[in-house]
Structures are given as structure tokens and as C-alpha cells.
């Protein structure tokens, strides 16, 4: 069986994104790669948006940026300016053919639909298939979403909306969020923050049509293109070794208050491909750790108050929001963090702690 000096487990986001990065900073020009990936074809299956906090390779991927948002609650709406970082989406469709071309240039570079068609003995492994434990009191953000054409000119496409708390919650943590392509297109999504432990809040599609029908108040459309999916709120069990690392949601790049995951992976590709010529004694590279701490007093005050969570979110929009992205997006300082703090009900956070 054959050798290679790395092999990616899984060629999704994370694994594609890594051997991209490594491609073209001619980083495997004398090294040979194998990328395990499963799926017979790849086609259009997420959209990913983030804050352009940082630069990364996929400007030619971005289906739409925007530079102005708006967060509302029952009754009250916050409209907001994001100049400096704008808001992208990212089409994966896009992502994956541009990958896949540049990948198959390089005759270093394999493909093959299982671990077992190699041999792992003397390879440095990437990791992005995530071990994640059947546990019912995980938290996900999990969520459904369509791209929808209407028959004439309806959306503003200049300004998207991140989150829309007018709707049933349901005890529970629920939002949509529309993001209009064009005057005619939109990405229209229902999310859910809480535990998986049943099938009530899965009716996505009757959500997502209410939702159009009497919020958006949009009768004739058409819907082209749908996704879902989970992304959990906690890290999987996946563990390093001296000749592994995990990448991805598998390599905890997912921020747990958010969801956002996209930008983190990039910038962690960036760190494999600086130091990949030393790669078995690097330093982990992870989210930092005031964030993971920040992060589970968020999420533990989302589970014991979902009641509280809009007024939560729309309050933290208050703070400026060139301030918000950056602590959303990984990149505050501490004063930003404590405009951010001193904005949370104080007395809830600070029980949150004690749980
Ligand atoms: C529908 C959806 C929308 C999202 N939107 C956003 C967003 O807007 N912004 C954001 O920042 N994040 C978003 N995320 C979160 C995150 O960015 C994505 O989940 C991202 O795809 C994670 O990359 P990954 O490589 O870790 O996982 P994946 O992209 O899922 O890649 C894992 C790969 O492993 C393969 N695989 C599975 N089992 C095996 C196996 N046994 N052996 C080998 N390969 C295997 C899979 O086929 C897959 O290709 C979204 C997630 C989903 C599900």
C-alpha cells in the first residue's frame, strides 16, 4: 500500500482549505499528500459568512458582501454599519471546484474514498472527521435554510438581517436571518440554539414558509437551493498525538458562542503551512482561552435563561459594532471585551459562574 509523507482525513472545509494553503505556497512540491474523503461528488452544500475580520483565499468564492446589517427584537430594531469588516458569504460550490482544480495541477497530490487504501505508518495525519459522543445535553446550533427567488424586485440587497428574535421561541433560542444576494434572491434561514433531544423544533420547512409568508410578506417566490445542519456548541473528544492534529470542528476552530467557524479554520491553515516543516512540535494552535472561558458563561447562561438570550444579543449590538464583530471574530482587546461585559445583565452572568 502506498505512503504519503501527509494525509487529510476528510476533504471538506477544514481539509481542503489546509491543502489549498499548502498548495500554493509550494509546500508540497517535494511531499506527497493523500486526502481521504468519502463523498462521490462535491456540490454546493453550505454557505459560510463570516466578518472579514482578516484577509483569506477565497475572495473569488464570495457570492455577496455587505456592509450594513440590522438585529431586531419584538418591537425595536438595531441598524448598523460593518465598513471596516464586511460581512461575506462564501458558496461552497465555488470553494470546492476552485480547490479541486488547483489540487488536481499537483500529481503529489491523491485522492481516495478510504484510510484503508493507504498506509498511515510513517504520515504526518490532518484530522477533520469530528468524534462527537451521543450526549442529550449537548447544546448545537443547528438550523435549515432557502435560497429563494422571487418573481420581481423585493429585497434590499444592501443591508442583511443577522438575526430576527420576532418569532416563536418556543422555550428556547430561536432566530431567522436573511441574507438578500440580490433584489430578487435571499438566503433565508431558521436557527435554532438548544439541545437535540427531539424533533420539535424541527419543522424547518413550515418555519421557513410562515416566516416568508407573514414576516418578509413575500407570496410569490420559488425556492432554489436548500441546506442544513448542526454545528455543536462544545468541543468533540478528538485528541492530538505526536503525529496528528485535528483541524476543523474537530479541532475545536469552532467560536461556541456563534457557531462561526469558516474564518478560524483559514487562519489555522495558515499557522500548519508557517510551521509545517516542524510540524510534530508546534504548538497547538486553538481559539484563545479568554474566549473559551467567555464562551461557556455565555452558553451556560443560554441554558438556564433562554428567555433572556434576545434582549442579550440586542443589547450586546449596542456596543459599537466595529467593537462587537472584533469579540465575535476573535480579535478584541480587553477594553473591547469589557464594552462588550458591561453591557451583559451583570447579576445572571455572575450566577452563571457559580453553576
Ligand atoms: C450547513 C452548514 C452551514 C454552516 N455555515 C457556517 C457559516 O455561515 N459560517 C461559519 O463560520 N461556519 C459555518 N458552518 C460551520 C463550519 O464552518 C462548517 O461546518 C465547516 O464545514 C466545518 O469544516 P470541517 O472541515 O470541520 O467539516 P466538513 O466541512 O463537514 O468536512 C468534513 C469532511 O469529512 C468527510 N468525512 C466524514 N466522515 C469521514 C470519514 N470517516 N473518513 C474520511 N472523511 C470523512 C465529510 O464527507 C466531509 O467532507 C456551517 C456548518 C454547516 C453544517
Redesign the pocket.
Known amino acids: 500500500m502506498k505512503e504519503f509523507d501527509y494525509v487529510i ?9 489546509l491543502a489549498y494553503e499548502l498548495e500554493i505556497h509550494e509546500k508540497l512540491k517535494d511531499k506527497t499528500l493523500a486526502i ?4 462521490d461528488k462535491y456540490k454546493r ?6 466578518w472579514r475580520v482578516t484577509p483569506h483565499n477565497f475572495d473569488d468564492c464570495v457570492k455577496k458582501n455587505w456592509e450594513n446589517f440590522s438585529i431586531n427584537i419584538p418591537d425595536k430594531t438595531n441598524y448598523l454599519n460593518c465598513k471596516s469588516y464586511p460581512y461575506q ?2 458558496d ?1 460550490g465555488l470553494f470546492y471546484e476552485k480547490i479541486i482544480n488547483k489540487l488536481n495541477e499537483n500529481e503529489n497530490i491523491s485522492f481516495f474514498k ?2 484503508n487504501e493507504i498506509n498511515l505508518k510513517n504520515s504526518f495525519i490532518f484530522n ?3 468524534s462527537i459522543k451521543k450526549n442529550y445535553q449537548n447544546l448545537w446550533q443547528h ?1 435549515c ?1 432557502v435560497e429563494i427567488e422571487a418573481k420581481n424586485n423585493f429585497f434590499d440587497d444592501e443591508i442583511f438581517n443577522l438575526m430576527d428574535f420576532d418569532c416563536d421561541q418556543r422555550e428556547s433560542v430561536h432566530f431567522f436571518y436573511t441574507l438578500p444576494y440580490s433584489k430578487n434572491t435571499a438566503l433565508v434561514e431558521t436557527t435554532w440554539l438548544s439541545k437535540i433531544n427531539d424533533n420539535s423544533q424541527k419543522d424547518y420547512d413550515e418555519q421557513i414558509k410562515n416566516y416568508i409568508k407573514n414576516h418578509l410578506n413575500l407570496k410569490d417566490y420559488k425556492i432554489i437551493y436548500k ?5 455543536p456548541l462544545f468541543y468533540p473528544t478528538n485528541k492530538s498525538e505526536k503525529n496528528k492534529i485535528n ?5 475545536g ?3 461556541l458562542s ?8 483559514q487562519e489555522h491553515s495558515k499557522y500548519i503551512r508557517e510551521n509545517i516543516e516542524n510540524i510534530s512540535n508546534v504548538k497547538k494552535y486553538k481559539i484563545s482561552t479568554k474566549y473559551q472561558f467567555l464562551d461557556e458563561i455565555f452558553l451556560r447562561v443560554l441554558e438556564k435563561h433562554p428567555e433572556k438570550m434576545s434582549d442579550i444579543f440586542f443589547k450586546m449590538f449596542k456596543a459599537s459594532p466595529k467593537t462587537v464583530i472584533k469579540f465575535l471574530s476573535n480579535k478584541s482587546n480587553f477594553l473591547e471585551d469589557l464594552s462588550i461585559i458591561l453591557r451583559m445583565p451583570k447579576f445572571t452572568f455572575i450566577k452563571a459562574l457559580f453553576y
Do not use: H, Q
Request: proline share 4%; charged share 15%; hydrophobic share 35%.
Open positions: 482525513i476528510g476533504g471538506g472545509c477544514a481539509g481542503l482549505s481521504i474523503e468519502p463523498r452544500d453550505k454557505t459560510w459568512s463570516f458569504s462564501v461552497s478510504d484510510i477533520s472527521v469530528p438550523f435554510g441546506e442544513e445542519g448542526a454545528i483541524i476543523g470542528t474537530a479541532g476552530m469552532t467560536r456563534t457557531g462561526y467557524t469558516f474564518l478560524n479554520i
